[in-house]
């Protein structure tokens, strides 16, 4: 088994966060090393996932298009404001306003990374 398939084992079963980090620094080496690095490696929808499942602790495997405020008791207003501030670090882009208030779950996320041209690999 390699890495990459053990690491999605590992972070699957996981609610740490520092597990996360650590295969996400793992296979980060790993596409270095092998020269296959590519800026869209990153820019999936594995890395936003990743971003829910970090800031709203649930695993990867449970974010949905449907997820929102409504299903997700760590979704508050709070980890709102947080999980727009780390998308916006995330994909080196910023939301306006009006945009960030039109988020009501997961799925409208992911359409307004896709109007703004952020490619995302389902």
Do not use: R
Not at 80 to 85: D, E, H, Q
Request: glycine share 6%.
């Amino acid at each position: 088994m390699g890495i990459s398939q053990n690491k999605k084992n590992v972070v699957a079963g996981s609610n740490h966060n520092i597990v996360k980090l650590v295969w996400f620094i793992v296979d980060f080496c790993e596409h270095f090393s092998t020269g296959a690095f590519y800026l869209h490696d990153f820019l999936d929808m594995d890395k936003l996932k990743v971003i829910f499942s970090n800031i709203l602790g649930v695993p990867v495997s449970a974010i949905t298009n449907e997820m929102s405020p409504k299903n997700t008791s760590s979704w508050d207003s709070l980890n709102a404001i947080v999980l727009i501030t780390e998308i916006e670090k995330g994909f080196s882009m910023i939301f306006s306003y009006d945009e960030a208030m039109s988020v009501k779950n997961f799925g409208e996320v992911v359409a307004l990374l896709k109007s703004k041209g952020i490619v995302l690999n389902d």
